[in-house]
């Protein structure tokens, strides 16, 4: 294992203790607790001393973190303090809604965004070109909850279709879980195809003006073979780069996405919780979000160190 790569993992867990650190003090910095909530359903404060002390907030802060810092590095979440379940399990199941609406969103987004950005670059200044930039600049600045609500209302009222309202897993219907999941991957996935296309259109019009492309242009070579070997490869890095920041950006529109078509993903979760003041739940769906965001940095850093061998330590 390669020094920097040690020094990648040690700030990537330095990085994680400090965002548990900030999630904990946060929320404990929100008015009002679970305890609050349940003494104003009860309608008296006889016995919020006792849940205090079972929920611990009868602790210093410190004291209250350090316990559920000793309980995650043994592997335990907690159990949700307004549901009873494990926060473990709870997690684990919306943590898999989320993970298969950003897969495939970032499969939507690459597949529409690189092409379009292609296109555009090699169509610099022409109609075409005019036109993807327009797409490009209606999609950056259109929020995504607009979007998901206009596909929405505009396949309803069109189609007169709306998804279920019910959801279902793929390992019991494939079919039925895509048609579940079809409106909230494109209102996430168009969005982010735009940013894509903006990205690599820049990119390959930067590569495209290097004079080492237009010297091999000169020399007769084909065009699409300097294409494919030195403006394609070249952007190359800088496109899986902006794949994991991409993939970043779609978990966090996944909240409102979630809330949206009521989807039981980590977004619609973590919202339930924070207005639960489900202290274990927050945190714990906060700590998966964290972690999935440095695996993701990790894996585009290893991955243009194997397309790049300059990039690689001797």
């Known amino acids: 294992m390669s020094a920097s790569l040690v020094k990648r993992l ?7 203790l400090l965002a548990s650190l900030l ?37 210093p802060v410190y004291m209250q973190y350090f316990n559920w810092l000793l309980q995650v590095l043994q592997g335990d979440l907690g159990t949700s303090w307004t549901r009873g379940v494990p926060v473990t399990e709870m997690v684990g199941k919306a943590f898999l809604v989320t993970l298969e609406i950003g897969v495939i969103t970032l499969l939507v987004a690459t597949l529409v965004g690189v092409p379009l950005g292609i296109i555009a670059a090699i169509n610099e200044g022409k109609p075409l070109d005019t036109l993807i930039q327009s797409f ?25 279709w709306s998804p279920p309202l019910r959801f279902v897993p793929p390992s019991q219907s494939l079919s039925t879980n895509l048609e579940i999941l079809v409106l909230p991957i494109l209102s996430l996935g168009l969005l982010q195809a735009a940013a894509y296309s903006q990205f690599v259109r820049q990119n390959v019009v930067s590569a495209m003006h290097q004079e080492y492309v237009r010297t091999a242009i000169a020399k ?17 890095i800088p496109i899986v780069t902006f794949m994991g920041l991409i993939l ?17 993903g980590l977004g619609r979760l973590l919202l339930s919780a924070i207005e639960t003041r489900d202290y274990p739940v927050v945190q714990g769906a906060l700590l998966i979000v964290v972690a999935t965001a440095m695996v993701v940095n990790l894996a585009v850093d290893l991955t243009y160190r194997m397309i790049d061998p300059r990039v690689r330590e001797s």
């Open 136 to 160: 490009n600049i209606l999609g950056l600045s259109a929020p995504v909850f607009w979007t998901g609500l206009m596909l929405l209302v505009g396949v309803s009222s069109v189609l007169s």
């Open 10 to 16: 040690f700030a990537s867990l330095l990085t994680a």
């Open 248 to 264: 970043i950006q779609i978990l966090g529109g996944v909240v409102i996405i979630e809330s949206l078509f009521a989807l039981p």
């Open 23 to 59: 999630v904990f003090l946060l929320m404990r910095s929100v008015p009002g607790d679970v305890v609050s909530q349940m003494m104003g359903q009860a309608g008296g404060d006889t016995a919020e001393n006792a849940l205090r002390q079972f929920f611990g907030l009868d602790q």
């Open 220 to 236: 007769g070579v084909p065009v699409r073979l300097v294409f494919f070997k030195h403006i394609l490869r070249n952007v190359l």
